[in-house]
């Protein structure tokens, strides 16, 4: 099992490996103790506390496995990235090409097989992903059946397998929930939507501007502290080049737009300068939100 896991393991990290510095390093036994060398027989990953390795070779992400039983996903610079869900005593496998990894308090969230947390670990519990759907909760407990362990909850709610995310709770612990996904509009345009659920259920759906919108519009979410999500937007070409970020907070029961921040690069002669401009704005709900007048107005 631990040899299938590995290869499943291995082959993924491949395909992303150009994430990091190239280099690839190998396990190699130094007594009880697991250590990784690279190719020119150079120690990267020496440390007494790992006594199991579950990847032989680290192109990419790679996993070791504690003295108090842990499992930990490294990179290829030795470097400890976050822990990794247990299952059947190693790392959770990987489904939909993403896995399990555990938080503070136990928390569950999901990373990708390059070692990016996709989903931050906010979660009581998580069900790996099934065609690009997976069951979570916040509250329950773990229950034994015969041999078995299952974890009860009475109020579970379905997650779709997004490009990025960020879990934002309120003042009186309601959450929202924000996935950017990207797929067709009606128009059949290839875009990207935020989608926004409270307490589980859908609550705004935000349309994104498509590259025949904006030239070349990207965006991204991330999630900073617990206590801002920000959206992160590039666009333009050539000589101009911009990109905004929108900042939500949650304030009383409502997820809101405090500020955002514009910043553009212009060609003045033969060098770049760069311009920008903080605005602050009054909070706007997160269901009266639309990119696209901000982004207009870029400088």
């Known amino acids: 099992m631990i040899l299938i896991r590995s290869i499943i393991f291995i082959i993924l990290s ?105 989903i931050p670990p906010v979660f009581s519990y998580a069900t790996p992903f099934l065609n690009g759907v997976a069951k979570v909760t916040f509250e329950g407990k773990t229950q034994q059946q015969g041999e078995c362990h299952y974890w009860k909850s009475d109020c579970w709610f379905s997650i779709k397998k997004a490009e990025s995310s960020a879990i934002m709770r309120t003042p009186s612990n309601s959450f929202y929930f924000i996935q950017l996904f990207r797929d067709f509009t009606d ?21 994104l501007p498509s590259s025949e919108d904006i030239k070349n519009f990207s965006a991204t979410i991330k999630q900073h502290d617990n ?25 009383d029961d409502d997820l809101y737009l405090y500020k955002c921040k514009a910043i553009g690069m212009h060609l003045v002669g033969d060098s770049y300068k760069k311009s920008s401009e903080k605005l602050k704005v009054q909070p706007i709900s997160i269901m009266d939100f639309d990119t696209l007048p901000y982004l207009e107005n870029t400088p």
């Not at 130094?30 to 506390?49: E, M, P």
């Not at 006594?51 to 030795?78: E, P």
């Open 14 to 118: 491949l395909l992303c490996s150009f994430v990091l510095e190239a280099q690839t390093i190998f396990k190699c036994c130094d007594g009880n103790n697991i250590c990784y060398k690279n190719s020119l027989g150079k120690t990267i990953v020496r440390s007494k506390k790992y006594t199991i390795a579950f990847s032989d070779s680290v192109s990419s992400i790679g996993f070791v496995g504690t003295r108090k039983g842990k499992v930990v996903c490294i990179n290829n610079h030795g470097k400890e990235l976050f822990e990794v869900y247990n299952v059947d005593n190693g790392p959770d496998y990987v489904s939909d090409g993403l896995f399990r990894i555990v938080g503070k308090d136990d928390k569950v969230g999901f990373a990708d097989t390059c070692g990016a947390v996709v």
């Open 227 to 251: 206590k801002w999500c920000i959206i992160e937007c590039q666009y333009g070409g050539g000589d101009n080049m911009y990109s905004r970020s929108f900042y939500f907070k949650c304030k």
């Open 187 to 207: 128009e059949g345009y290839y875009a990207k939507f935020l989608l926004v659920t409270k307490n589980g259920q859908p609550a705004k759906n935000i349309i």
